[in-house]
């Protein structure tokens, strides 16, 4: 059973380390990527909190922490930090031509280039959800066999 839980921390280590080398080549790589890692970086915390949160939440309900949390809460935090500047500006500023399908396909770029932001932002932050998942579910699994036992 240790060699397990074992197996599991260092899975969730591995996870998050490759996390940690995508920011440091981000960061190695300032003139390209200068624009992006304040985003990358605001998106990860965001996405830590939530799938801590969550993951708790599950824990608490006598739930195991679900792998489903891995794609669900980066994209909800992606989708938050992508869109949410826009919602922002509509509700405040009255531009509601955001919500029509003439603003999306008019836009620079066109639809892809909407996309395509929400999409790295949400392969960025898989792998700190990852590493929380996994990390909470194996420290789930055995709190419930120390408790049967």
């Known amino acids: 059973m240790k060699r397990s839980l074992a197996i599991h921390k260092l899975a969730a280590l ?9 920011i440091v080549a981000m960061t190695a790589n300032w ?6 890692l304040p985003f990358d970086l605001l998106c990860s915390v965001a996405t830590m909190t939530g799938t801590v949160l969550l993951s708790r939440y599950w824990i608490r309900h006598n739930s195991v922490p679900s792998y489903g ?13 992508c869109f949410g500047g826009l919602f922002y500006d509509a509700c405040r500023y009255g531009e509601w031509d955001v919500f029509t399908l003439s603003y999306w396909e008019q836009a620079k770029g066109g639809f892809a280039s909407l996309i395509i932001p929400v999409a790295a932002f949400w392969f960025v932050c898989l792998f700190p959800a990852a590493a929380i998942v996994i990390y909470f579910q194996k420290s789930h699994d055995s ?7």
């Not at 591995?14 to 995508?22: P, Q």
């Open 14 to 22: 591995a996870v998050l380390l490759v996390w940690v080398a995508a």
């Open 31 to 36: 003139e390209f990527w200068s624009g992006a």
């Open 69 to 81: 949390s891995i794609v669900a809460v980066p994209f909800a935090c992606a989708f938050l930090l």
């Open 143 to 149: 709190e419930q066999t120390h408790v049967a036992s």
